[in-house]
């Protein structure tokens, strides 16, 4: 059962009022479990501010919130999420990094964690009209409550303390993002999911049709040397033979009324179908047991996924 406890908590200049939560039929506190999820020790006071929802202070007065350990936890996560795309992908521009790391500390992203590594809805201190309205599981609060739990990490063991549980918490995500197409432009996503799976930069051939008041440019993204031993899928002639797959491979094609646009289309084509080529390597290496990592000579290439669309 759970319930919440008031207490009084004296500080040097102030008396406040905070809530604690605490779970009956428990050996030990609730809340430890929360500070193993994050890999560190966050002092009981600073713990409850962290936790504690505006609505809360509202209901209890004196009772700090958790908007000023949001606002610093906001600019630690940027700097550290940052540096650490900046680390990982030296050949990216300011822009790529920039959409890489929206994504990553979005609040669909931090409210995930929040509800997956953390659980940490239950934690969570809120007004009565708030939890009557499901704030525990609102994403807006979940996302703040993560940014606030990172700047109390932050005042209680500094930057290293608080990179680290930055590190545990995003790590994941921002390697996620790196290979996800909806994560970036289409084009982008293309290269960085090239670079993730050790091959070339995808290189575009255009070609242009019409007249020049109303031109359609048609670009054909291939990848130079091919898809190498890794991710190789040898395919069948008519006759059942194993046919070349060539030097500089199709990945797509795509048209528009501007190169950009052309480009664009090809790129998504060819980011699926690198994607579907990673995974059917991955499924025949599992079905064979290849722990080197070496594709299996047989199998067969499947058309991109043309259901596919840019989420970001």
């Known amino acids: 059962m759970r319930r919440v406890d008031t207490a009084t908590t004296v500080t040097p200049n102030t008396r406040h009022h905070v809530g604690v939560v605490r779970e009956e039929h428990d050996d030990q506190s609730p809340t430890q479990e929360l500070l193993d999820a994050l890999g560190t020790t966050i002092s009981p006071e600073l713990l409850v501010q962290a936790l504690t929802h505006r609505s809360f202070s509202h209901e209890h007065p004196g009772a700090p919130n958790y908007e000023r350990l949001e606002f610093l936890g906001d600019a630690v996560l940027e700097l550290v999420s940052t540096e650490t795309l900046f680390k990982a992908h030296p050949d990216m521009t300011e822009g790529q990094l920039a959409k890489m790391r929206a994504k990553a500390v979005s609040e669909e992203s931090l409210s995930a964690i929040a509800r997956d590594k953390l659980h940490v809805g239950r ?78 930069d995808p290189e575009y051939r255009m070609s242009v049709s019409g007249p020049e008041y109303a031109q359609r440019f048609t670009a054909r993204a291939i990848l130079p040397g091919g898809y190498g031993k890794r991710w190789t899928l040898p395919l069948h002639d008519e006759h059942g033979d194993i046919a070349d797959e060539g030097a500089d491979p199709l990945l797509g094609t795509g048209s528009g009324t501007s190169k950009r646009k052309a480009q664009l289309a090809a790129a998504k084509q060819a980011w699926h179908t690198l994607k579907q080529r990673e995974r059917d390597c991955a499924r025949m290496r599992s079905a064979t047991g290849d722990a080197a990592g070496n594709a299996p000579q047989s199998g067969s290439t499947h058309d991109p996924d043309e259901n596919g669309t840019n989420r970001g």
Do not use: N
């Open 123 to 200: 934690f969570i201190l809120l007004g009565h009209g708030e939890a009557e309205s499901g704030g525990a599981d609102k994403s807006s609060i979940l996302c703040d409550i993560v940014e606030s739990l990172i700047g109390a990490t932050f005042v209680e063991h500094g930057i290293d303390g608080a990179r680290e549980v930055v590190h545990r918490l995003v790590d994941d995500t921002l390697r996620e993002v790196a290979t996800e197409g909806p994560a970036l432009d289409w084009k982008t996503s293309l290269t960085v999911l090239a670079h993730h799976m050790g091959l070339a």
